[in-house]
């Protein structure tokens, strides 16, 4: 399993930024997003599986930010709106997670990570 993301950037608090994440090899049903700043933990975001009639967001996300997939594309986006300057992390997508009590828990397959800067 192979994950790659894109879409990172600099943008002014207030904007905009489409996260993406392309798999290959493998690809499981669920797929998520983290986040980590600096000196602090990696932080749940988004989750959804293949047909999207499954998603999940943690509370930072909720109202801000859209997860979706294109199962045929081996692809996951992730739409921020309203960006922040806690916003600002590298965002890290994951894929092959279970729903535990409501919640995704990551598996072991991790992408590289974008990094994402909200300027104030």
């Known amino acids: 399993v192979q994950l790659v993301e894109s879409g990172g950037g600099t943008v002014q608090a207030g904007g905009s930024l489409r996260l993406s994440c392309a798999a290959s090899?493998?690809?499981?049903?669920?797929m998520g997003w983290f986040r980590q700043a600096p000196g602090k933990d990696r932080e749940f975001v988004a989750a959804?599986?293949?047909?999207?009639?499954?998603?999940l967001y943690g509370d930072s996300a909720k109202g801000r930010f859209t997860i979706s997939r294109d199962d045929m594309k081996k692809t996951m986006s992730l739409q921020m709106n309203s960006l922040r300057a806690e916003d600002t992390a590298v965002y890290y997508c994951?894929?092959?997670?279970?729903?535990?009590?409501?919640?995704?828990?990551?598996?072991?397959?991790w992408g590289q990570g974008t990094q994402v800067t909200v300027s104030s």
């Open positions: 994951n894929t092959g997670g279970r729903v535990i009590n409501g919640r995704y828990s990551p598996s072991t397959y």
């Open positions: 959804n599986n293949r047909d999207n009639t499954v998603q």
């Open positions: 090899g493998v690809t499981f049903n669920l």
